[in-house]
């Protein structure tokens, strides 16, 4: 059992640049998703007329 976790811990290891960038691609996805998600919901919002937008936001 020991012996096992010694081993993964030492494949990882010998990959951790790739696992660091992989996890790096990984947060700037999501992160660009939603900042992507939040400027398109507040685009939609932007075009409709005023007096729309405060019937909708109601």
Known sequence: M???I???LAVF???L???AVGCVEGIAAVVL???GLQRKR???T???AGSE???RAA
């Open 2 to 4: 020991i012996k096992e």
């Open 6 to 8: 010694t081993d993964l």
């Open 13 to 15: 290891g010998g990959n």
């Open 17 to 19: 640049p790739l696992i």
């Open 33 to 35: 998703l939603g900042t």
């Open 42 to 44: 507040t685009a939609s």
């Open 46 to 48: 932007a075009r409709l």
């Open 53 to 55: 937008r405060c019937w």
